[in-house]
C-alpha cells in the first residue's frame, strides 16, 4: 500500500500522533508503506507538539539507519514529511499567526463600520484581542478563518500536487477545542472538493484524486479538563457543549454527507485535569491512553481502507462509525482489560520493546563481552555506545517511550500494562524516567504470568537477563554479519521478539 | 593407535624405562582414547550442554579445563599402576605422579584445541576463553 497523509490538528492531534510513531516504532504494523504526518498547529512552542516533533525527527534517522533491513520488526514504517513545503519539519507553519492578534489577523482596522459591526457580532472582544500565537484557547470560531488559508497555501498544493491514487488521507483532531474542532470540517470540506486555490486571480487547480481520496478521521472528545485559572480564557466546563454542537454540525457536513469513509469516535468519561495553560512552552500534558487507542484507529484504517470507495467526492461506501473499546472497565487499565484484537495488535510489540529500551538502560553497558556484541565484525563496543549517532539517537527516543508509558501509568486514567516506578522532575513535576522495581523482568507485566517451561526444570535453567542475553547470542547467529546499525536492531528485535514469545504470549 | 599416541605422549614425557614399559604394554592406545574422548566429554558439556552466558567467562572455562585435567591425570595413573602391578613392574609413586602430571598438561593441551575448534558452534561461549 501507498503513502498515508495524516492531518493532526491542534495539540490532541500531535499527542496522538506520538503515541502511532510509539507504536510504529514497536514495530506494530500500519499497512501503509509511508506514513506523512503534517502537524496543524498555530501554536509553535507548544511542549507537546515540539515534543511530537522531536520524536518524530528521531523515529526519521533510527528508521534511515535500519528500517530496510529484513530481520528487524522495530521502526519498520517509514515516515517522511513534505519536506519541499514543509521545511523545518512536520508543522505547517499558519501564516499570519505569529506575534498578531486575531484583530490583526482578520485586518479589522481596516474595516468598514458594517464589517466591523458584523465582526463585532461573530467575534468577542476577547477573540478579538487574542494572540494568535498560541492557538486559538477553544474557540473554533476564530480556528475556522485563520485555518481557511491553510487550504489556500502552498503547502495545500503541493499535497495535493503529491497525492497519488493509492494514497489515503486520515484526520486527526479534537471535537472540543478551538484548533482541531474548525480546522477538522474545513480541511475535509477542501479535500472533496479537490480544488487549490493560491492566487485569486489565477484560475483553480482541480485534482480528481484527491477529490475522490479515501479519507478516515478521528474525532477525540473530550478525554481531560482544565483546572480554573485566572490566566487562561480556556473553561473546559464547555467542553461538553462544545463537543455537541460540533456533532450536531458534523452530522450533516461531515458524516452526513458521505464526505467520509470512516470515522472513529473516541473519548472518556474519567478525565483527568491538567493545569490550565493556553499554550507555549508550558502546555505540556502528560501522555493518555485515549491517545494510544486513538493512534490505534490509524492503524486500523490501514488495515480496513481496502473496503472503501469515493466516486465524484463523495464514499461509495456506508460510511463506517467505529468507537474504541475494552473489554472491562477499570480505572487501571492493563493488557488484561483490553479486547483480543487490541491485545494482538500492540501487546507483544509493546512488550519487546519495552524490553529492549529496559535492556539498553540497564544492562547493555554491563554486557559487552558476549558473543553478540563482541564475535562479529561490527562490534557493539563502548565506543559503539558513546560515540555513534544512531545508538545516541536510539538511547534518546527510547527514553521519550519510557517517559511516554510512565505519563500514560501516572495519568488519572491509568495505563499500566507494565509494573514500573515514574521518577519526576520534583520542581516541574514532569516525568523524566520509569524504570522497574521487579527483579525479574518476566514479572513485570502486570496481570500477566511468566510461562514455564520443561526448560525451567533442567540442571542449567537460564533465567532473567541471563536468557535475555542468551536469546540476543541466538539472535546474533541468525542475523549475522551486517551493518552495525542494522545487527544492532535486527539482533535485538530478533531477541525480544522471542522472548515475548517464550515467556509470555506464545500464541502471537 | 598405540603407534600414534606414543609421540604424542613423549613429546610430554619420556623416562626409560617406564615410558617403554608404556608402549610395549600398548598402553598409550587406551591413555590416549581416555584423552580425547574425556576431554571432547567436557569441552562438549562446556561449550554445548551447560552453554550459558552466566558461565561462559575465561575463568570457567578454566575451571572445566582443571577438573578435566585432574580427572584424566588420576585417570593416568590409576589405570597404569594397575597395569604394571598386574604384571609385576615396580615402579615408586614419583614416578606414576610426574606421568600423571605431564598426562594433566597434554589433557590441557587438548582442551584447548578442542575448545578452539568447538567454540563457534555454541551460542553463550563462543568467544570463550578470548574474544574473536
Sequence with gaps: MAKLYIFAIGGTGARVIKALTMLLACGVKSNFKEIVPIIIDPDKNGADINRTINILKEYQRIHDGCGDFEKNDFFKTKITTLSEIIASGFRYEVDGTQSSSFKDFIDFGNMDTPNRYFANLLFSNDNLNSNLEVGFKGNPNMGSVVLNQFTRSAAFSAFANNYKPDDSIFIISSIFGGTGAAGFPLLLKNIREGKVVIDENKDPKYHEFLKNAIVGAITVQPYFKLGVSSQSRIDSQSFITKTKAALHYYSSNVSGNDSLNAMYYIGDTDTPEYPNIEGGRQQKNDAHFVELASALAVIDFGNTNNFYSTVDGRATNQITFKEFGIDEGAKTVNFSHLNQATNELIRSNLTAYFYFSLFLKDKLKSELKRPYAEFYTNKFDISYLSQNPFYLTLSSFNKSFRIWLGEMYRNDEHFRPFSIRVLKDERTNDVIEAEVTDTSIFSVLNDVKERKSFLDRTPFPKKNYELFVHELNKSAEIVGNADINKRFMGVFSTATQSLVKKKLFSNE | ?132
Excluded at chain 2, 550459558?52 to 589405570?79: C, D, E, G, Q
Excluded at chain 2, 598386574?86 to 584445541?113: E, H, P, Q, R
Design chain 2, 1 to 132: 593407535m598405540n603407534d600414534f599416541f606414543t609421540p604424542i605422549f613423549e613429546f610430554f614425557h619420556y623416562s626409560s624405562p617406564f615410558s617403554d614399559d608404556l608402549y610395549s604394554q600398548g598402553l598409550y592406545s587406551i591413555l590416549g582414547l581416555a584423552q580425547v574422548f574425556g576431554t571432547l566429554f567436557w569441552v562438549l558439556t562446556f561449550y554445548y550442554w551447560i552453554n550459558r552466558p552466566k558461565f561462559a567467562y575465561w575463568y570457567h572455562w578454566l575451571i572445566i579445563l582443571l577438573v578435566n585435567s585432574l580427572v584424566l591425570m588420576i585417570a593416568s595413573m590409576t589405570i597404569t599402576q594397575a597395569r604394571f602391578s598386574a604384571l609385576n613392574l615396580k615402579y615408586n609413586t614419583g614416578d606414576y605422579f610426574i606421568f600423571g602430571l605431564k598426562s594433566a598438561l597434554m589433557a590441557a593441551s587438548f582442551f584447548f584445541v578442542f575448545s578452539m575448534a568447538f567454540r563457534w558452534g555454541s551460542t553463550n561461549a563462543k568467544t570463550t576463553p578470548y574474544p574473536h
